[in-house]
Every structure is written in structure tokens, then in C-alpha cells.
């Protein structure tokens, strides 16, 4: 699939790798020089000069022929301009990124049904609703769901004194509804075979029926109350999504920015909530406040080493429990390890809901791994597809892929090698990036 990409600014330059590690074929336009020389030299593939909205880029066969357009310039008029164009000149799909909360609001009636534009991806309100997600969930384990979840997947990093370091898989003796699927050991991705050691500090995925998951899981998990009091670092975009979620679902917060109008637009969105101005790093103010009685920190601001910075303070104070939005996914681990509870990495959540959309209807959920070179995929068998009425062993998955759950009506459970797979049914895939168009060709319906 050709996908064009236009803007080379840092957001577009992900999204181009992130796409083209997944082999599609991508063409990324800019209309500046230096940004076009970056992207050559960033990115493997077609780099086009020009303007993104002009009549003449369209008029270009290695952009007519494109089948889907992602609009990510530096102005969401732009964004939405440029895939009303793209729709015109007939490409199939369109994407606008967008900054603007307003935008959000009228994303079905307007955006959708008006101006043709497929999808809107904001990373603010995707971060917003993860957060929502987390702050619900009584869990420290990052768990995800699959097949409406009969199928749930989560990640537990192996702490020096639990009772499954320095042990073999085998060891385990996990149940029969549960597998490890993958292990993240000191940068490396592993699909885990029975003689396999669990170290300390290896992130370990563990797929399995959604109640032995949660029996297993207890083995590894702190479990938490519902947060009633959140504090929150910063105003800005990503604040003002967040806490009306949060007070929605019950909880009091209470936010800290430096920036006047932005604590004058949050304030305007809160029912019961506190705005302050004020430094969230101060010390005083966060004793003055009650930090030690605050459930969880949310250190949310624009600046990734700030709120590192606010969320260790907060913990030094007495803070129960931190989480610290992150731009860049190599410093994930970094602040997991010297004490944040929670990194939530903006770009793994905005490849996940770019990656749904670009697979189409074929794949149901993706989740990318914290090792970012790795997706949990759930896929449907179709009519004509290479894998209909197969044995799993018989497949011929590509090597760095694994079928770890199968989905039939509303039993769930763990393949064998002689397990057929049939019409319908919905299996759960570890894939690493590379491969992922490889594994999904052979669940698409083929001409026969």
C-alpha cells in the first residue's frame, strides 16, 4: 500500500518510520528545503518537495496513485485542507492530525460527514484516554484486552526478588490457558522456548483466557483503589483533555500551571476541580497542597524532562503513585527504572491507533510493545484466507511471530499445533514490526 505523508516535521518523520518498518510503500512531501533534506536522510524511502496543498502534487503519479494520505503539518487548517484535496483527487483514505480540541467535538457531524476526512488523530486525546484507562483500572500491571475481553495480554517487568527470576520457562508451570509470549531481555526481543531464563529486569508478555490472566497475573501485581484525589502538572492540551475524563469518573482534581491562560481555560472546563498558578516543582507549594494525600501525580506537560523532574519530586514528598507523559520511546525505561510508576509514551499510542487504521477492518486491535520494534495484533479468519482451515502448525507464520490465543464464539483459548482454524475465528498475534504485512497477507481473502 502507498501511503503518502506530508509534513517532514518530527511528528511526520515518526510516522514515516513507524509505517515504513511495516514496508509500506511511503512518499513524504514538505515544502521545506531543510526539513526535505532531513527526511532523506532520516527515512528509506520517496521524498517529494512541494506544497502539500497544491494541485500540482496531486497531478504526480507516485502521489495519484497513493491509497491512503496522512496531513501532519505544523496547522490543522492545513491537515484538513490538504486530505479534503486528497479526496478530491481520488485517494481512498485520509488522515488529519490536529492539535485543536474544538475539532474533536465535531469530529462525526462535521469532520467526518462534511469535509470527507477519514480519521482525525489528536495525540492529546489519545493520551487523555489512556490515562482515563490507567487511573480505572485497579491494577499495576499494563494489561490489554483482546476479543472483547475474552483474551488479555499483560507486561511484568521480573523484579530481583520475585520468585520467577533465574528460572527457566519450564519452571513456571503455567496454566494450560496461559503463555508467555515474548521476552524483552537487555534490548532484545525473544519468542520464549521452555529453556529460556527469566532475569532480573526482563519485560515479560504473558497472553491467556481472560480469567487466568487474572488469577496468574496476581502473582506479579500491586493492586490499587480507584484514585480519589489526582494532581495534575500542567494545563496545556493534554490537561484540558484529561480532567474532565477524570471528573467524569469521579475523582477530584486539582491542576498546577504556570501559564495563566491555560489555568483559565482549564478552569473553564472543570466542574468541581482547583486550578492554581503556580510552579509544579515547587516544594512548598506541593506540601502546601497536600501531596502526601494525593492518590497519583500526573506529571503532563509538553516538557518530557519536567515532568521526570516533577513526578521524582513528588515521590520524594510522599506522592502514592506517578505517571509522566513521555514524547520519546528510549526514555520509557529510563524513568520506570529511577521510580516513575507509569512512562506513557505519546508515539506508542498514536502508532496504535494509526496502525488500526491503516490495517482496515482485517485487524481488529493492535497494541504496540514497550520494546517499540513489536505489536500485539488481533486478527479475523476470512473466507479465501491463506490460514482457513489449517492446522496452526501448518501455517508457516514467519519467524519473530506468534500465535498466542484463539477467539471461537465465546470460548477462548490457547492453540495447539493441531488446532484448525476456522471462519471467523479471532486469533492474537505477537508480530515484530518488519513482518507485520507478511503475517496479515495471510489472513486477507485471496482470489482462489
Given at each position: ?226 484514585p480519589k484525589h489526582v494532581l495534575m502538572i500542567g494545563a496545556g492540551r493534554t490537561g484540558r483533555f484529561t480532567a474532565p475524563i477524570?471528573?467524569?469518573?469521579g475523582m477530584f482534581v486539582k491542576a498546577i500551571e504556570k501559564n495563566e491562560e491555560r489555568c483559565e481555560l482549564l478552569a473553564g ?180
Open positions: 500500500m502507498r501511503i503518502v505523508v506530508a509534513g517532514a516535521g518530527e511528528f511526520g518523520l515518526s510516522i514515516a518510520q513507524l509505517l515504513t518498518a511495516e514496508e509500506f510503500d511511503i512518499v513524504i512531501v514538505d515544502s521545506d528545503h531543510e526539513r526535505v533534506q532531513a527526511a532523506q536522510a532520516a527515512v528509506d524511502c520517496l521524498v517529494v518537495e512541494g506544497n502539500p496543498c497544491s494541485n500540482a502534487l496531486f497531478s504526480r503519479h507516485d502521489v495519484a496513485e497513493a491509497e491512503m494520505f496522512i496531513a501532519c503539518l505544523l496547522n490543522d487548517e492545513m491537515n484538513m485542507v490538504a486530505c479534503m484535496m486528497a479526496k478530491h483527487y481520488g485517494i481512498a483514505r485520509t488522515v488529519a492530525c490536529v492539535r485543536n480540541a474544538d475539532y474533536m467535538r465535531y469530529e462525526k457531524d462535521f469532520v467526518h460527514d462534511e469535509m470527507q476526512i477519514d480519521l482525525l488523530l489528536n495525540t492529546d486525546f489519545i493520551v487523555a484516554k489512556e490515562i482515563g484507562k490507567i487511573l480505572t483500572a485497579t491494577s499495576s500491571l499494563n494489561v490489554e484486552n483482546f476479543a472483547g475481553g475474552k483474551v488479555k495480554m499483560f507486561e511484568t517487568k521480573i523484579a530481583e526478588d520475585s520468585p520467577f527470576v533465574n528460572k527457566q520457562l519450564r519452571e513456571l508451570e503455567l496454566p494450560n490457558d496461559i503463555l508467555a509470549a515474548l521476552i524483552l531481555h537487555e534490548q532484545k526481543v525473544l519468542v520464549p522456548r521452555g529453556s529460556d531464563v527469566l532475569h532480573k529486569d526482563d519485560f515479560v508478555y504473558f497472553v491467556g483466557t481472560a480469567d487466568a490472566i487474572s488469577t496468574f497475573a496476581k502473582n506479579f501485581h500491586t493492586v490499587y483503589e480507584r477524570l471528573e467524569r469518573r472546563e472543570l466542574k468541581n476541580g482547583i486550578v492554581l498558578c503556580g510552579d509544579g516543582t515547587n516544594i512548598d507549594l506541593l506540601n502546601e497542597e497536600g501531596i502526601t494525600d494525593t492518590d497519583v501525580v500526573l506529571a503532563i506537560t509538553d516538557d518530557e524532562k519536567l515532568n521526570l523532574m516533577a513526578a521524582l519530586l513528588a515521590k520524594h514528598l510522599g506522592a502514592k503513585r506517578t505517571l509522566v507523559r513521555v514524547d520519546h520511546n528510549e526514555f520509557v525505561d529510563l524513568m520506570t527504572q529511577v521510580g516513575v510508576d507509569v512512562a506513557l509514551s505519546t508515539r506508542s499510542l498514536m502508532a496504535e491507533e494509526l496502525l488500526r487504521f491503516v490495517h482496515g477492518k482485517g485487524v481488529l486491535n493492535v497494541s504496540v510493545l514497550d520494546d517499540a520494534q513489536s505489536q500485539a495484533m488481533e486478527l479475523i479468519v476470512r473466507e479465501k484466507s491463506e490460514v482457513l482451515e489449517k492446522e496452526v502448525k501448518k501455517l508457516n507464520l514467519p519467524a519473530g511471530s506468534l500465535l498466542c490465543a484463539v477467539v471461537r464464539g465465546n470460548d477462548a483459548y490457547i492453540p495447539k499445533g493441531d488446532t484448525v482454524l476456522h471462519l471467523g475465528d479471532r486469533v492474537v498475534l505477537l508480530v515484530r514490526n518488519d513482518i507485520v504485512s507478511d503475517v496479515t497477507q495471510k489472513f486477507e481473502s485471496v482470489q482462489k
